[in-house]
């Protein structure tokens, strides 16, 4: 199939895509890898009367490292920012993530704040985001303002932005010391679509426990976050019986999938547990990542 007529604009800076935001509103959309929007698009699920490309705006293509966050601009695809060293050794949970999503043809030309402007229960970085507690930056003619992701998902593929918003950049903020964190999924083919997903960031000091955090893709309607820290705290790393049976009653009592032509909805509930369980045993046992300093942005 084939998109629907539209008028092509290409935004010569931020302020241009305001304009042309302000001045079309509802009809616009914005385009900047077109890994969610093109295929909307072709399928007629969406027919704007407008496309605003953004995708060669400089000043939407950096990624930063500060000691607080990883800064993340609107124009970098998933691959740029799998492949940045910096980025990886401030929060790893980047990669782990971002090597799940689609194939790497897609991740070439998909953005990852695209992704999460998308707000696709099935994607990899608003749980990500949401994980991590961090921001996205808006912008539009009248103002700015700083969206916490606990607020920016309001339900599938709805975020809070207005019509004539533009998220330049999003925060991923970073773990405290003696976190270790991990990704994992589980899709019929790779590439496809997880069936359930986990993210999840355990904190110790020395040998207890002092935080634990999980975010979950495809069994929920929101990127929610279950935070386990009061439960966990206390417990003993690698005293994984205990920790097991915690993850797997709060996991249970959190989610509630919806079954398809893909998975029932038992089925998704049971390896979510199954997938939670096995991370916090993996990262219980896991040294930590060593903390790493800001680093100039690129």
Known sequence: MKPA?????????????LELLTQHGAEAKLLAGGQ????????????PAHLIDISRLSELGSIEVTDSCVRVGAAVTHAELEADDHAYAALPILRQALVNVAHPAIRNRGTTVGSIAHADPNGEMPAVLALTGGTAHAVSSSGSRQIDAAELFIGPLETCLETDELITHVDFHRFPPGTRTGFTELARRSGDYALAGVAMALTAEESTITGL???????????????????????????????????????????????????????????????????????????PQPPTAGQPDR
């Not at 976050?225 to 009653?249: I, P, W």
């Open 213 to 287: 955090r999980l975010s979950f893709v495809s069994v929920t309607d929101l990127p929610e976050v279950l935070d386990m820290s009061e439960r966990v705290t206390g417990m003993e790393l690698r005293a994984t019986t205990d920790l097991c049976a915690a993850v797997t009653e709060a996991v249970e009592a959190t989610i509630d999938p919806a079954g398809d032509i893909h998975a029932t909805a038992d089925y998704r509930r049971h390896i979510t547990k199954v997938m939670a369980r096995r991370l916090a045993v993996e990262l219980s046992c896991r040294p």
């Open 5 to 17: 007529a539209f008028a092509y604009n290409r935004a010569a800076s931020v302020d241009h895509c």
């Open 36 to 47: 969610s929007l093109i295929p909307v698009l072709n399928m007629r699920l969406a027919a």
